[in-house]
């Protein structure tokens, strides 16, 4: 089976830290992993043009956005520590297999338009710092990739402590911006006063809520907070919820104060000079010299917007295949998932640059932002029901208040999308020769995606939420082997992945080994936590894991074999080698699922890479 990041070997545990500093210590990291999506060049883009074209008056639409997205952290993070499902597993336990499937799709969409951004912003900073053309920076973005798979075989610890370098260069270079510009304080404060100037300024602000409050960040951090291991009982759990508040506090306010600052930076110099259509980054860069009065700020200006493409180019990484793993419960090779990712990005900046030219990348960017804020009702609205079941949150479900508050953030999100899409579509039939092209495409699909938003706000009061787990049931096998007069074989190791193809493994294995030879079954943990972090992880598909292991020895040791188990984390070829060198074992039987070529190169081929590691012989079984 494929795998969806590179195998760590460290992991990071909660439990027995002498102080409470400690403690509290081992539980932040989550957070700041997810805040970097909420600093990428997106929100560099629609914070430029907000404050260039309407001075501090949308710094209020940034406060709002940070509670929003607080709060709406808060809960993603609760859920993944009380259900120990990430936001997509709990939704594949919900909707309908079709329903998933857009959601999934949606979830996608709004990846994509996220490594969009980081893609602009990354080559645009390459551009303004080394004078690369656009096309070419746009195409060195590819490069990220190796990057990100080098960082993560690095471990854990030093991949956080890289981002957390990158978020300080970006927090360090807008101090220092905000110096020279000298920003008027009152107006500053002023800023922090609802009010909405113009049509523009509303789609400037649904791009801002956009690239703030995303998506994809909920899915992320409900899947993050499982890599800590601590104490389940309700004080425990009640603990971890409280320090994870703590850690989403600190990292996603100091996300705001890098996008107020941007902002402010916008409206002190190109608003007050009367620069109101600096759009682009890249004007903003060329213009920063002159009205500041040093050359430092437009390198700290480029030098700052790397560190942000740079820096948020892991959340649509392992986003994506929580989503993917979640939704599909299927698994590819990250080397494989990160290149399809880039290259859904890189394809369509490349031809709109081509035809358009460079002047279009901040219209593409704020474009990207607002297609995130439209897929977020898809994710907040199952993400509070969720929250709010007695009895999938066993006790720790939000209460009245925080329900009520989640519900007016939904509200207001879905509202403000319904306005903007209504807008655009009112004005493409103005302006179209042929609008009965759009009455029958477009006009039909906006209504299809709010019948499916109804759907998915109704859906969890009329029914409960269905039990699907995908193993295959031990309870399911067929066993059966021929009785022969002397078996040669003694301890047998077999590797099982809950599929079908354990029938057939589990029979050869019987055949070779008979009643009185020693079975142990090998599985191998393979999502994104246990990936990361070994065998400290605690999440829902472990504990599934653990209970069909578990099945698979009972039943077969009430038919007379004699049954081990060894659970392992991460990469199968190279856990399951690392078992079988380690234990007395005569051979190793493997079941496999037939697939060859292009579906080999997609999901990995686990027996190529295992075979040269192992010391005994290994029986391989096509199904």
């Known amino acids: ?115 969009l951004a980081e893609v602009l912003g990354m080559a645009i900073g390459i551009n303004l710092l080394f004078d690369i053309p656009l096309i070419e920076g746009v195409i060195i973005t590819v490069l990220d ?28 270079s807008f101090v220092l911006e905000m110096i020279f510009a000298e920003p008027e304080l009152d107006k500053v404060i002023y800023g922090l006063i609802p009010s909405i100037p113009t049509e523009t300024a509303l789609y400037i602000a649904i791009g801002i809520i956009g690239a703030t409050v995303m998506p994809h960040n909920l899915y992320l951090h409900s899947s993050l907070v499982q890599t800590r291991k601590f104490d389940r009982s309700p004080a425990g759990i009640k603990q971890a919820l409280k320090y994870n508040f703590i850690d989403s506090t600190i990292a996603l306010n100091l996300a705001f104060l890098v996008n107020a600052a941007i902002l402010i930076l916008a409206a002190a110099t190109f608003y007050k000079n009367g620069m109101f259509e600096v759009a682009e980054i890249q004007d903003a860069h060329r213009f920063l010299e002159t009205l500041l009065g040093t050359k430092w700020a437009p390198i700290l200006f480029a030098v700052a917007l790397i560190a942000a493409g740079q820096s948020s180019t892991i959340t649509g990484t392992l986003a994506g295949q929580i989503v993917m793993e979640g939704y599909l419960n299927l698994r590819i090779q990250p080397w494989v998932r990160r290149i399809i990712t880039r290259l859904i990005a890189i394809v369509p900046a490349v031809i709109v640059i081509l035809i358009y030219g460079e002047s279009v990348t901040g219209k593409l960017l704020i474009l990207s932002q607002v297609i995130l804020s439209l897929q977020l009702g898809f994710a907040i609205i199952p993400l509070i029901h969720f929250v709010s079941d007695k009895s999938k949150m066993k006790g720790f479900h939000v209460s009245k208040t925080t329900q009520v508050a989640a519900w007016i953030i939904a509200t207001i999100i879905v509202s403000l999308n319904a306005k903007l899409v209504y807008n655009e579509i009112s004005g493409w039939l103005e302006i179209s020769e042929n609008p009965m092209i759009l009455w029958f495409t477009v006009v039909p699909l906006a209504f299809f995606f709010l019948g499916l938003l109804l759907y998915i706000v109704f859906k969890p009061f009329i029914t409960k939420a269905k039990q699907d787990i995908q193993n295959h049931s031990p309870h399911n096998l067929k066993l059966q082997f021929s009785k022969s007069e002397s078996y040669i074989k003694k301890n047998i190791a077999v590797s099982v992945d809950f599929s079908d193809a354990d029938e057939i493994a589990l029979n050869s294995a019987f055949e070779l080994g008979g009643m009185d030879a020693k079975y142990t079954l090998i599985h191998v943990v393979e999502t994104v936590g246990a990936i990361v972090y070994g065998e400290n992880i605690d999440d829902h598909e472990t504990s599934i894991d653990e209970k069909l292991l578990l ?13 081990e188990t060894e659970l392992g984390f991460g990469k199968p070829n190279k856990v399951i080698p690392a078992v079988v060198n380690k234990g007395n074992f005569d051979v190793l039987v493997m079941g496999t699922h037939g697939h060859t070529g292009f579906k080999d190169l997609i999901f990995g081929t686990t027996v190529d890479k295992l075979r040269h590691k192992i010391s005994i012989p290994l029986l391989i079984v096509k199904k």
């Open 1 to 115: 089976m494929g795998k969806s990041l590179e195998e760590v070997h460290q992991s990071v545990s909660t439990q027995n830290k002498k102080s409470v500093f400690r403690k509290i210590l081992a539980f932040f990291g989550p957070a700041y992993l997810v805040s970097v999506g909420y600093m990428d060049p997106g929100n560099w883009a629609t914070d430029i043009a907000g404050g260039s074209q309407f001075g501090y008056s949308l710094l209020w639409v940034l406060l709002m956005s940070n509670l929003m997205a607080l709060l709406l952290q808060s809960l993603s993070a609760r859920l993944g520590i009380v259900t120990q499902l990430d936001l997509a597993q709990a939704s594949r336990e919900t909707y309908s297999r079709p329903i998933n499937y857009i959601l999934y799709f949606l979830a996608e969409i709004a990846i994509a338009a996220c490594d």
């Open 551 to 563: 099945e698979y020895k009972e039943m077969l040791s009430e038919k007379g074999f004699h049954v």
């Open 145 to 172: 990739t190796f990057l990100l798979l080098f960082l993560i075989n690095k471990g854990i610890r030093k991949m956080e402590a890289f981002i957390i370098v990158l978020v300080a260069i970006i927090g360090f």
